[in-house]
């Protein structure tokens, strides 16, 4: 697609429930990563993707967050037994990957999530 | 870790004004710098992308600069709309991974 594309733009769940945010990067795009950010905060990194494998998921808070990526594209970042402080914005952007380092990252739009 | 500052936290200008937002990063083993603009609801917006090789880039009525030993990046704005209003976000990927350092912003509100 023109753009990396996040759905749904909002969810609203209850405390304890399990969700799940998807994310389609641009086509081509082999690397693509989750970012959170939270009311009058930068984003803060959660997990990197490379093709179909996790390469970096060092930001993930807890065991109650999981994503995956299996067909190298589509990533769906899970989150289990919701704690109201999960609630914020789920970023996800893609780039390209040089030869060492990845060039300038496409943000999508993100999902709101709100636990009450 | 590095640790990325953006001053000031917000700023308000009359329409027509140049403007400065300042980043400081403490880590100068940097691969790359980017500015991204924020509206609210919204995601990030890249603005401009500075190699650690280069010390500026332009576009339009914005200016980015990079010097990377002081850790130091500036985002100038020239002649400044009330549709610059938005939050600034200056972000740093580092030499050891591939994972963006993000300041909090820089709420800019620029009034008629």
């Known amino acids: 697609g023109a753009g990396v594309s996040q759905t749904p733009s909002n969810k609203v769940t209850e405390k304890g429930k399990y969700v799940e945010l998807r994310c389609d990067p641009i086509?081509?795009?082999?690397?693509l990563y989750w970012y959170r950010q939270s009311l009058g905060q930068g984003p803060e990194f959660l997990i990197y993707?490379?093709?179909?494998?996790?390469?970096?998921d060092s930001g993930l808070p807890n065991d109650r967050f999981f994503a995956v990526r299996p067909e190298g594209s589509v990533s769906t970042l899970k989150i289990q037994r919701t704690e109201r402080g999960d609630s914020a914005v789920y970023l996800c952007?893609?780039?390209?990957?040089?030869?060492?380092?990845?060039?300038?990252?496409?943000f999508g739009s993100g999902t709101r999530l709100t636990v009450v | 870790k590095q640790e990325v500052t953006q001053i000031p936290a917000a700023l308000s200008v009359p329409e027509g004004e140049n403007l400065v937002l300042n980043c400081s990063f403490t880590?100068?083993?940097?691969?790359?710098l980017q500015w991204f603009r924020q509206d609210p609801g919204k995601g990030l917006t890249s603005l401009l992308l500075?190699?650690?090789?280069?010390r500026e880039q332009t576009s339009g009525r914005l200016n980015a600069s990079l010097d990377k030993s002081s850790g130091r990046s500036t985002l100038y704005i020239a002649a400044s709309q009330p549709g610059d209003s938005a939050t600034y976000l200056c972000?740093?990927?580092?030499?050891?991974?591939?994972?963006?350092?993000f300041g909090k912003g820089t709420s800019l509100l620029v009034t008629p």
């Open positions: 952007a893609s780039s390209l990957v040089g030869s060492t380092l990845p060039y300038g990252y496409t």
């Open positions: 086509s081509g795009h082999t690397a």
């Open positions: 993707f490379q093709g179909t494998g996790a390469a970096d």
């Open positions: 880590d100068s083993a940097i691969y790359n």
């Open positions: 500075i190699q650690s090789s280069q």
């Open positions: 972000a740093v990927n580092s030499n050891s991974g591939y994972a963006l350092n």
